[in-house]
């Protein structure tokens, strides 16, 4: 039996992209290559906001105690060593177990299963099989991976998937939503944009990219970054979302950059979960 490191497994409606409103479980592994300690901040700086949460981490008990943050990554618990011992490590039966506690039906119907982060696509990629063979699990119909989109499938995953996917449903039921990141995320171009990994998940399931937002500048970047996506063979939808882990930020933002999209031809997508839940963990 496998095991997964796991910082959040929760049920909501999933607030961006394409299942935009779709009831879904939120299964949220432990790890990340980044740190996006960029975002919400003057360009060049990193945001030191999660280290002072860390500086205080006796105070927090558990995941749903610890701040939400205005800068950086938002999801910080899910891959910063100092918040590590909040997510512990569950072996794929206890997980299948706690899902169908968590649907309305103790079985899925129309819900569908999110696999995010952190980044989902690093080694946990040998635990997913035995999580979606399990007896629990058979009916589910679609999943979506939330991926930075620099992790490359390993040939035994990409062939599970193939049949998970497109040879037993019958249709591309594996989606990956791909957070691709911008020079305002604080990482390196050259780490973070690359198309041939990308344009490989389109072979094995539905695959679009998710930019995170807020200026004309960055918008610039989109589109320039996009062409490289393209013309590495890419042929998905892209997406601009705006940025924002809390309201006031959002607020800002949403209008802008639906405005953005508009304007070049770009899909919009909302942040549901910000406007429906505050974004507090666990939705
Ligand atoms: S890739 Fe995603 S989870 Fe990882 S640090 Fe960046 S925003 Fe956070």
């Not at 100092?82 to 997980?95: A, E, G, Q, R």
Request: with cysteine.
């Amino acid at each position: 039996m496998s095991q997964l490191k796991v910082s959040e497994l929760f049920y909501s409606i999933q607030g961006e992209g394409k299942y935009m409103g779709v009831p879904s479980v939120f299964l949220r592994v432990f790890g990340c290559n980044f740190t996006c300690g960029g975002f919400g901040m003057p360009k060049g700086q990193i945001s030191e906001e999660r280290n002072k949460v860390a500086q205080h981490i006796d105070y927090y008990k558990d995941y749903k105690s610890l701040p939400l943050v205005n800068t950086g990554c938002d999801s910080y618990a899910s891959w910063d060593p100092n918040f590590k011992h909040l997510s512990p490590v569950l072996n794929t039966d206890s997980i299948a177990d706690s899902i169908s506690l968590l649907l309305p039906h103790s079985d899925w119907v129309d819900e569908h299963l999110v696999i995010t982060g952190g980044e989902p696509l690093l080694g946990w990629q040998r635990s997913y099989p035995d999580l979606l063979e399990h007896p629990k699990m058979r009916n589910l119909k679609e999943i979506t991976f939330e991926t930075n989109g620099t992790q490359k499938l390993t040939s035994t995953f990409k062939k599970y998937l193939e049949h998970w996917g497109i040879e037993s449903r019958g249709y591309q039921s594996v989606t990956f939503s791909v957070s691709a990141k911008l020079s305002s995320s604080g990482e390196k171009r050259e780490e973070a944009i690359i198309p041939e990994i990308v344009c490989d998940y389109e072979t094995v399931g539905y695959t679009y990219l998710k930019f995170v937002i807020s200026t004309e500048e960055d918008m610039d970047e989109v589109l320039e970054v996009t062409t490289l996506y393209r013309n590495a063979g890419f042929k998905g939808p892209v997406y601009v979302m705006p940025v924002g882990g809390v309201e006031s930020l959002y607020h800002l933002n949403n209008q802008k950059v639906a405005n953005l999209a508009m304007k070049h031809g770009l899909r919009y997508s909302d942040r549901l979960q910000i406007p429906l839940f505050k974004n507090a963990w666990g939705t």
